[in-house]
């Protein structure tokens, strides 16, 4: 079986991903990929010359976004937002998709465009939710040790998207990474979550970095 590379972030992913569309499509096919998944920071803005540019290529293209989530997308009080990342796998998660992003931005935009558990709830069929990068919040509360929130977080996600819901690997080199990985390990067996290993693709060649 061949890896698929689901977290990619392409150059519409400002002051963050330097990776032009062509050249992913065109890496994705020099590595054997079937299908490549693009996941930009919350929007969609290339998402149709993404689609068109795989099929041209012959991968399926999986759309997806990397989202802001806060507790309450319409309060304006405070910055905070955490990353989690969501692919479509059929036309009605396109359609929610467009949904949460249009959301985020005319009423949850505030220094990001965020949503919210409560539109996750609306939003979520055909949606696959991976539990997200090393800035997501469960990384975070992971990080910072809070066994209680940690459980709340995955008793909710798994409420909303149940055998949808993956946990995210991501083996890039950050200080904290072994201690995620460590904690996800056991987190994986206590509550029954499929893991997935994404390389969250800001670069198509370790020289471009």
Known sequence: MGFVS???????????????????????????????????????????KFYHR????????IIGVEAYVCENHLEKKTPERHHLTLLAISQPGYQNLLQLVSKSYRDGFYYRPRIDWT?????????VCLTGCMSSELNKLILARQTNKIKYWL??????????????????????????????????????LTPIVTSDVHYVKQQDV
């Not at 795989?54 to 293209?61: H, N, T």
């Not at 539109?119 to 949606?127: C, D, T, V």
């Open 6 to 48: 689901l977290h990619v972030h392409d150059q519409y992913s400002l002051l963050d991903s330097v990776a032009k569309l062509e050249h992913l499509v065109l890496r994705a096919q020099e590595l054997g990929m079937t299908a490549l998944g693009l996941t930009n920071h919350g929007h969609l803005f290339s998402h149709i």
């Open 54 to 61: 795989c099929r041209q290529a012959g991968l399926k293209p």
């Open 119 to 127: 539109l996750l709830a609306q939003h979520h069929e055909g949606l």
């Open 155 to 192: 008793e909710r996600a798994k409420t909303i998207f149940g055998k949808r819901l993956f946990w995210e690997y991501t083996p890039a080199k950050y200080q904290d990474t072994p201690i995620g990985i460590a904690a996800g390990v056991e987190l994986v067996k206590q509550f029954k």
